[in-house]
C-alpha cells in the first residue's frame, strides 16, 4: 500500500534550536499536511500545502511542497517547550481521497 | 466551534465483550475517516465515507470490525468480539470536499481489551 517515509523518527535538541525533518514518497502527491500530535490529544493541523513548491509559514513553523511533489519538509525555528511532540506529515495521492500518514518524528527539546 | 467529538475517551473491557466507539464529525464535513494508532504500527486508517457511504473499507483488520455512518452527523466502529490485540487509540477525523483537503481530528478513545 502507499507508503510515507519520514525522518528521522526522532531528535534530540536543545531550546532554542532549529529543527528540520523531511517525508518522501514513492508516488507523487497532490497534498501534504503536518500534523502535530501532543500526549492523549488527537493530532492538530499546522499546515498544508496544495501546490508543488508551495512555501508556507505559520509562525515559527515553515513547510514546504517539493517541487517533484514527492517530498515535503517541515521546519522549526527557535524551538521552545511546548513544540515538544510527534510530528506526522500526512498526505493525498494522486487520485486518492484516503489520506495516509507517516510514521512520526518525535522532537523532545532539553531546556 | 465544536470540532470532531468522540466517545468514550477511554474504555476499558474483557476480551469476547463487544466495543462501540462513536464519532461526530464537524458540521458540514462530507468525509469521515477512522484511524487506529498503535506504537508498533502508528496511524492505520481502517475505513472511509464520503457522503455517508463507505468508499475504502481495506484497512479493517477483520471481520471482527464493522463501521456505520447512518447520517452526516454520526458514525460508530464496532468491535465483535474484542481481542486483546485490539488494544489502541482509535481516533475519527472529518473533512471537507470530498477528502482532498485536510483532516481534522477528534481526541480518540483509548481501548484496553484485558
Known amino acids: 500500500g502507499q507508503q510515507l517515509n519520514q525522518s528521522p523518527q526522532s531528535m534530540f535538541i536543545q531550546e532554542g534550536e532549529d529543527v528540520s525533518m523531511n517525508c518522501t514518497s514513492s508516488s507523487i502527491f497532490n497534498t501534504w499536511l503536518w500534523y502535530k500530535q501532543d500526549p492523549g490529544e488527537g493530532p492538530v493541523l499546522l499546515i498544508a500545502?496544495?501546490?508543488?513548491?508551495e512555501l508556507t509559514s505559520n509562525g515559527r513553523l515553515t513547510a514546504q511542497f517539493g517541487i517533484t511533489r514527492k517530498d515535503s519538509f517541515l521546519n522549526i525555528s527557535a524551538s521552545i517547550p511546548s513544540d515538544v511532540g510527534i510530528y506526522f506529515c500526512?498526505?493525498?495521492?494522486?487520485?486518492?481521497?484516503?489520506?495516509?500518514f507517516g510514521q512520526g518524528t518525535r522532537l523532545t527539546i532539553n531546556p | 466551534d465544536a470540532g470532531v467529538i468522540q466517545s468514550p475517551r477511554h474504555e476499558v473491557t474483557e476480551m469476547g465483550q463487544e466495543v462501540t466507539l462513536r464519532c461526530k464529525p464537524i458540521?458540514?464535513?462530507?468525509?469521515l475517516f477512522w484511524y487506529r494508532q498503535t506504537m508498533m504500527r502508528g496511524l492505520e486508517l481502517l475505513i472511509y465515507f464520503n457522503n455517508n457511504v463507505p468508499i475504502d473499507d481495506s484497512g479493517m483488520p477483520e471481520d471482527r470490525f464493522s463501521a456505520k455512518m447512518p447520517n452526516a452527523s454520526f458514525s460508530t466502529l464496532k468491535i465483535q468480539p474484542s481481542e486483546p490485540r485490539d488494544s489502541a487509540v482509535y481516533f475519527c477525523?472529518?473533512?471537507?470536499?470530498?477528502?482532498?483537503?485536510?483532516?481534522?481530528f477528534g481526541q480518540g478513545t483509548r481501548l484496553t481489551v484485558v
Open positions: 477525523a472529518s473533512s471537507l470536499q470530498g477528502g482532498y483537503t485536510e483532516a481534522f
Open positions: 458540521s458540514g464535513h462530507n468525509s
Open positions: 500526512a498526505g493525498h495521492s494522486q487520485g486518492a481521497q484516503k489520506l495516509v
Open positions: 500545502l496544495y501546490k508543488a513548491g
